[in-house]
């Protein structure tokens, strides 16, 4: 027996309400669903309910931070490529549909709103897995981990440390601290980490490091990996900034769904547990 797109629509939307679809909806609706709550997708596949509005859709919506965070995804002789961007387009092929990433978000929270507000199916962006944001959406287990680093002025920083100790400095650090807007370092590790710094948020990374250069603010705070990349590109720069790595910190990144969206979790987990690539 067949459905139309109508009839298919009309039971997810049922099934994702939480209502009985055998009882509300039309005897021939009623049949292409299972007392487990699976619809039956115009592929003929038994689906869950979040599934099944991807492939109604025609598309997967993922949603990236607009600007380039290579390796991670960054635009490279006109096209979109990075990690995320073979994960979101990898993760596409096992739903069958074609991929849509969304860009237009301007910070990693806005990426997170994105697929909190159901404009997007999946976060995919670098995305830091933090306790505020576990409270409106779902994340995978992590698919990498990063330590948390410090990047200091040096001049800025002996003159604030007084030539105490670097450690106790920083355990106490009240200095100013440099971090991106709305990003996890801003409104989740550096109150956390460093409660009594004076945090300076910056729009981009790079003018946070703009800022550590010029000696506008004494340290910077990010993962590891990316100080690290900064400095790899311009090694010249060690003559001005020390890194200090935190060893005992963690940035695990992970991708973000809806926090209804338990099967597209279990896709994405399960995804990550088997790819080629980690």
């Not at 994340?139 to 680093?149: C, D, G, Q, S, V």
């Not at 971090?179 to 550096?190: D, G, H, K, L, Q």
Request: a positive charge; charged letters at 25%.
């Amino acid at each position: 027996m067949t459905i139309d797109r109508r009839q298919f629509a009309c039971a997810i939307l049922l099934a994702g309400a939480g209502a009985s679809v055998r009882a509300a909806a039309p005897a021939s609706a009623a049949m292409q669903s299972l007392p487990s709550g699976l619809i039956k997708a115009p592929d003929g596949s038994w689906v869950a309910p979040d599934i099944a509005r991807v492939m109604q859709r025609g598309e997967l919506v993922v949603a990236m931070l607009g600007s380039d965070s290579p390796p991670f995804f960054h635009v490279k002789d006109g096209k979109l490529v990075g990690t995320d961007v073979r994960m979101a387009q990898q993760l596409a092929a096992e739903l069958k549909v074609p991929l849509r990433i969304d860009r237009a978000p301007g910070s990693f929270d806005e990426v997170i709103g994105r697929v909190a507000s159901g404009r997007a199916d999946m976060g995919i962006s670098k995305l830091s897995r933090t306790l505020g944001r576990a409270q409106s959406v779902r994340f995978t287990e992590p698919y990498l981990r990063l330590k948390h680093a410090l990047m200091l002025n040096r001049v800025e920083f002996a003159r604030f440390s007084h030539r105490r100790k670097i450690e106790d400095v920083l355990r106490d650090y009240r200095g100013t601290l440099g971090v991106i807007a709305n990003s996890s370092f801003a409104t989740n590790y550096a109150p956390r980490n460093f409660p009594a710094a004076k945090l300076v948020t910056f729009p981009t990374w790079e003018l946070v490091v703009e800022a550590v250069i010029n000696g506008k603010v004494v340290a910077a705070y990010r993962d590891e990996l990316e100080i690290r990349r900064m400095l790899a590109a311009d090694p010249g720069l060690a003559l001005k900034l020390r890194i200090v790595a935190i060893k005992d910190l963690e940035d695990t990144l992970g991708i973000a769904v809806g926090y209804r969206d338990e099967a597209l979790l279990a896709l994405a987990n399960q995804y990550l547990v088997q790819a080629a690539e980690k």
